[in-house]
């Protein structure tokens, strides 16, 4: 898996005067860091010559879906209505101008604001692969390298999911050729793919672009390394792979092997009861991205349900349309209190579960403050006008990004007072994505 690029210093100790740790809130907590590591986490310690902390310490999320180059899209695409499908046009558009510098820039920018807003891990969904026309770039994985880079120099953990992308789509008449930007994504067939997949993970990017006959070789190429795939986002989604292969997508992706402990369904939304149960009968987790279904319009998922059928959550912030880790674990709960008309369909508990579970990044044993645990965590404030009187305990049904104090990752610290090491956040996102539509005037107007 990529570092961090912000390994922290041999030893370190800070010091918070509330912490969430696994047996709950704990009040006047010591952290002792080495080589990256808790050493030791102890509540009701003095903070000596220890860093302090404001409000109160969580582990470091984990953003379990990932797509940096969508970035640019935000504030974009909200003049024309449309669809899921339409929206794609846009996204098609910005794909098509980038390159390996300017996807570093776009990325930098993207993944540090993750980091302030308490991400300190990214599971990396990466399918723009090649250049124009999709012509191999010199160095066959500039923009993966582009992407590693990226996060290094944010201070943010990586997981590369190299993605397998062959195909324009799935129709009545079966796999579809690609549209010309699609080129970028795709590599000659299956195998090619496989020879040049240099990932720390792997992904199909759906049932839609990925034959069938080629998902057992994914699967093998993945050989327990995380596998990622967009699972029944769209109903013509399940409609198509019904049509062709007589099946939802979930039911084909069992028959192929391609499920269990180490796979994740990304977004998961249109599930059958059948489904469910599978994807709890074989371990496979579930990443919902509640603000970019809401804003694609792709409908609420069945999260209560595929929790209760013993299919572990994470939680990722897909297109970035929004970046708020509190808004996403209020999303679960949320869209479940719309579904259900009840509230309490998931305890503060269980959202910071879904928060921090690293493992679907291929990270187990982070995401916890306690000791041999990675040295990450988020302090978020509590004397805001969001979080001002709120229960700690129950701090992300009220707090925001922009409650986020510190964030530290490997010990060290790359956000302090809101500020991420590399400066001003928004200057960065600006001067990495304004070019991209200048370039392009006329599309998105």
Known sequence: MSGTGGAGSARSAWWAPLALLPAGLARDVLFTVRDGRFTRVEPGSPAGPARRLPGVALPGFANGHSHAFHRALRGRTHDRGGTF??????????AARLDPDSYLALARA???????AGFTAVAEFHYLHHGPGGHPYAEPDAMAQALRAAAADAGIRSTLLDTCYLTGGLGPAGYLPLDPVQRRFADRDVEAWAAREAGDGVAVHSVRTVPREALTTVAAAAGGRPLHVHLSEQPAENAACLARHGCTPTALLAEEGLLGPATTAVHATHLTGVDVAVLGATGTGACLCPTTE???GDGLGPARALHDAGVPLSLGTDQHAVVDPFEEARGLELHERLRSGERGRFTPAELLDALTRHAALGRPGAGRLESGAPADLVA??????????????QILLAATAADVDTVVVGGAAVVEGGRHRLGDVGALLRDAITPLWEAGRGVGR
């Open 85 to 94: 499908w339409t929206w794609r046009e846009r996204m098609y558009a910005v």
């Open 110 to 116: 993207a993944y540090a604001e993750l980091v302030c």
């Open 294 to 296: 809401r804003d694609l």
């Open 380 to 393: 978020v404030r509590t004397d805001t006008v969001r979080t001002a009187g709120a229960d700690p305990a």
